[in-house]
């Protein structure tokens, strides 16, 4: 069954504006991990988490986790009309061999 | 150079055709898999491979079967083909299974007519 949820689906905002897309999940986990999918292509992997992390940055990205809610959140500051695309926020199954993947929030960043 | 590559780009075939879809690595990963897409961009995991072994296989139909010549190709074969299976296919790899991130190819969309 899936595990990540992100909230909200869809999301749009002006260039410069900051974007804020969240993350739920069930089960524990070891990590999570935060992908992107631009438009007709693969995912790119954006950043990990582990469990015993509360934050992390890189560049324009910031990531939380809150592991006694079971959810996460994705920051992105200034954003630019690039930064359109789907994010995904995804964990390990159970048995740590494939991740399970949220239904994704689409972020359209008008410039 | 593109760590992952998957051909071909495009597949439009029709029901009960067998086809192929032909993934590569050039990371000098261990593990592979395959994700299918539908529609709603739900991704689910269909198959891993690590070492030559099948590690994991969810729920997908036999039809499916992932073939593996050398850790760095993990082809998919597909038999019988249905209406349902219209989606886009993505070959990943990583190092390890656990815990890692894992490096996409651009897809496969597959559209069965």
């Known amino acids: 069954s899936q595990q990540g949820e992100e909230d909200p689906q869809a999301l749009s905002i002006q260039e410069g504006e900051n974007a804020t897309m969240n993350c739920s999940y069930k089960t524990s986990i070891n990590n999570l991990q935060w992908y992107r999918q631009n438009s007709g292509r693969g995912l790119v992997h954006l950043i990990l988490i582990r469990s015993n992390e509360r934050e992390k940055h890189s560049g324009r990205l910031r990531v939380t986790l809150d592991t006694s809610k079971k959810s996460s959140s994705l920051l992105i500051t200034a954003s630019r009309a690039a930064d359109t695309a789907s994010y995904f926020c995804a964990t390990d199954n159970q048995a740590g061999t494939a991740l399970i993947f949220g239904k994704g929030t689409t972020l359209s960043v008008s410039s | 150079d593109t760590a992952v590559s998957q051909t071909p780009k495009y597949l439009v075939t029709q029901m009960g055709n067998d086809k192929s879809i032909k993934c590569e690595q050039n990371l000098g990963h261990d593990t592979m898999y395959w994700y299918k897409q539908d529609s709603k961009k739900f991704l689910k995991i269909m198959f891993s491979?690590?070492?030559?072994?099948?590690?994991i296989n969810e729920t997908v139909p036999n039809r499916f079967s992932p073939k593996s010549p050398d850790k760095a190709h993990l082809n998919l074969h597909i038999n019988s083909l249905e209406l349902g299976d219209s989606a886009v296919y993505f070959c990943a790899s990583s190092q390890e299974t656990r815990r890692r991130e894992q490096y996409f190819g651009p897809g496969t969309r597959l559209t069965v007519t």
């Open positions: 491979y690590n070492n030559k072994e099948l590690i």
